[in-house]
């Protein structure tokens, strides 16, 4: 009884986690800065990791990126650990 309770609590998290940290990553986009590519999903030579890219976006709005990946890292980890433990 206790681990379906513990695998309901962890996928609840997850689920929490997962879309405050994409709704959070959505939201950093209106506070982009001109030098911010249009697309740098598509186009691998603009690929960079997170903490490079602090001048893609105001300062607001690089937090709200950092800890909406965060976040949403956090959440598919709990995830995992859910699956794992069902």
């Given at each position: 009884?206790?681990?379906?309770?513990?695998?309901?609590?962890?996928?609840?998290?997850?689920?929490?986690?997962?879309?405050?940290?994409?709704?959070?990553?959505?939201?950093?986009?209106?506070?982009?800065?001109?030098?911010?590519?249009?697309?740098p999903?598509?186009?691998?030579?603009?690929?960079?990791?997170?903490?490079?890219?602090?001048?893609?976006?105001?300062?607001?709005?690089?937090?709200?990126?950092?800890?909406?990946?965060?976040?949403?890292?956090?959440?598919?980890?709990?995830?995992v650990?859910?699956?794992?433990?069902?």
């Amino acid at each position: 009884m206790s681990k379906s309770i513990l695998t309901l609590v962890l996928y609840s998290l997850s689920l929490i986690f997962l879309v405050f940290g994409t709704v959070l990553t959505f939201v950093s986009a209106k506070y982009k800065t001109d030098q911010a590519p249009r697309l740098p999903i598509w186009n691998p030579t603009k690929w960079r990791p997170l903490w490079r890219c602090r001048e893609w976006f105001t300062p607001k709005g690089f937090r709200l990126c950092l800890f909406g990946n965060i976040m949403a890292g956090i959440g598919a980890v709990l995830l995992v650990i859910a699956a794992v433990l069902s």
